[in-house]
């Protein structure tokens, strides 16, 4: 493949080639690179499973095809990835509602003490209730 593409390169008919085409450097350095991207460009193919190559030989296998047990699997993930979203978002509200109530509660006893009127005989600490 490399070869055919080096060889239409440096055809001086075809339209596609090197700026100076009279630099042998380069013309070569060109070259070079092309067979590089084009190792390259096999080699993903080769990793993607869709071409298979046995030295200069290279066969088409196709491109992947997603199976409906993948789309069954997959389905079945976003289902129960929803199910902790919808969890997590109401242990969040509640969180957020113990929080308010935690404040409303500071709030009144800022209140309460700061009029002056400061509930007397509270419970000393420690204490032992018994039932």
């Given at each position: 493949?490399?070869?055919?593409?080096?060889?239409?390169?440096?055809?001086p008919?075809?339209?596609?080639g090197s700026?100076?085409?009279d630099?042998?450097?380069?013309?070569?350095?060109d070259?070079?690179?092309?067979?590089?991207?084009?190792?390259?460009a096999?080699?993903v193919?080769?990793?993607?499973?869709i071409?298979?190559k046995?030295?200069?030989?290279i066969?088409?296998?196709?491109?992947?095809r997603?199976?409906?047990s993948?789309?069954?699997?997959l389905?079945?993930e976003?289902?129960?990835?929803?199910?902790?979203?919808d969890?997590?978002?109401?242990?969040?509200q509640?969180?957020?509602?113990?929080y308010?109530?935690?404040?409303?509660?500071v709030?009144?006893n800022?209140?309460?003490?700061?009029?002056?009127?400061?509930?007397?005989g509270?419970?000393?600490?420690?204490f032992i209730?018994?039932?």
């Open positions: 493949v490399a070869d055919e593409l080096v060889a239409e390169f440096a055809d008919n075809s339209n596609i700026p100076d085409p630099n042998p450097n380069t013309q070569q350095y070259e070079k690179n092309i067979r590089r991207r084009v190792y390259d096999l080699n193919l080769m990793a993607m499973d071409i298979s046995d030295k200069k030989e066969q088409w296998k196709g491109l992947p997603t199976s409906l993948d789309i069954d699997k389905k079945t976003v289902i129960g990835l929803k199910g902790r979203i969890k997590k978002s109401a242990y969040l509640e969180l957020q509602d113990q308010v109530g935690l404040q409303n509660l709030e009144r800022e209140q309460l003490y700061g009029s002056g009127d400061a509930p007397s509270g419970v000393a600490l420690p209730l018994v039932q």
